[in-house]
């Protein structure tokens, strides 16, 4: 598909592109950052990626319109993105472990539910479900798993009362949202005093994504529109009022998929006949043997040590709305938990 811009009335997609800021601190200048592959085919043209100076965040050039992004996001997409969900629980604990931490019951929203996984985690527990999820059949299941309240349809056209929400959760959507700083804006609105928004995006400053570059997993062009930093988040939530009490790069790694695309990448350059590579397909019993004892041991180091630097491949936040008694805000992990999380990513 032809990476163009239509020229009418004010879409979403205009406002960001003919900003020529950034989209989260309002930084007026930007760095042109590098050329970045259409993930979707090997050899098809690329896309531009600008950079903020300031905060580092880094966003998409120039994106297709979202008439045309249903393209990129067809059955086999949201069939992967619900089956990842689905298949284990093992994330859903840990989103829940770190919530509870200041909320233990309540009203919840997920924002991007897709088939509903977490909430149907948390179905029969102390929580009332709601969840907004884009793709009406997607929606349809959702409901039927979960019993919540499910809105079809884009976060910027639901219209929650204010104050509804002891907890908002968004989990790897943010980068998929054209308008970040308008999401935001509702978020506050829609949580109560004191309620807090998780949120769980790629980290552009990662080791991995300097490394890889634009081979990096984590970029999924032209999906992803934004790449956050730990300083554009957090001025994100600054900027509608939004307090930070937890931002850390807990254990992951990426690695795996990058090298995939990069050898994509490197037979595309070559004109080597080659079929792009399905990240989603259920691997061999020989490679999950080989990936299982690669993960115990220097995969699950690297991602350790690479957790604690601040540098693993995502950023998992969570920011209170105030106007209630502040919650005391979470301390780095130290050296100390190093050996708790190889454990974890193991």
């Not at 965040?57 to 086999?76: F, K, R, V």
């Amino acid at each position: 598909m032809a990476n163009t811009m239509t020229n009418v009335g004010s879409t979403v997609d205009e406002r960001i592109v003919r900003s020529r800021g950034c989209p989260c601190c309002g930084q007026s200048s930007f760095t042109r950052w590098m050329q970045v592959p259409e993930r979707s085919q090997a050899g098809a043209s690329g896309y531009e990626l600008l950079r903020c100076p300031s905060c580092s965040h880094t966003w998409l050039d120039n994106p297709p319109i979202p008439e045309e992004m249903s393209y990129y996001y067809g059955p086999n997409y949201h069939r992967a993105i619900s089956h990842a969900g689905e298949s284990s629980n093992k994330r859903w604990i840990r989103q829940l472990r770190v919530i509870s931490k200041y909320k233990v019951d309540g009203c919840i929203l997920d924002i991007g539910c897709s088939s509903g996984a977490f909430l149907g985690y948390l179905r029969g527990g102390p929580w009332k479900l709601h969840g907004i999820e884009p793709s009406l059949k997607t929606a349809e299941r959702a409901r039927a798993m979960t019993g919540a309240d499910i809105f079809a349809g884009e976060v910027e056209n639901a219209t929650f009362a204010p104050n509804s929400f002891d907890v908002i959760t968004c989990s790897d959507v943010m980068e998929h949202l054209y308008e970040p700083s308008e999401v935001f804006r509702k978020v506050q609105s829609w949580l109560k005093p004191g309620g807090i928004f998780y949120v769980f995006v790629p980290n552009i400053k990662s080791w991995e994504a300097r490394i890889f570059r634009s081979y990096w997993y984590g970029l999924d062009s032209p999906r992803h529109l934004h790449h956050y930093s730990a300083e554009s988040l957090a001025g994100l939530a600054r900027s509608v009022g939004l307090r930070q009490v937890r931002m850390v790069t807990p254990p992951g790694r990426y690695v795996e998929q990058s090298t995939w695309i990069l050898l994509d990448g490197l037979a595309s350059r070559a004109g080597v006949s080659w079929t792009p590579s399905n990240l989603t397909a259920e691997p061999g019993i020989v490679w999950k043997v080989l990936r299982k004892a690669q993960r115990l041991s220097v995969g699950a180091l690297y991602s350790a040590v690479a957790s604690y630097c601040g540098a693993g491949p995502s950023l998992q936040a969570v920011f209170q709305k105030t106007a209630a008694p502040d919650v005391e805000q979470e301390k780095p992990v130290g050296l100390q938990d190093l050996t708790k999380l190889v454990k974890v990513s193991a």
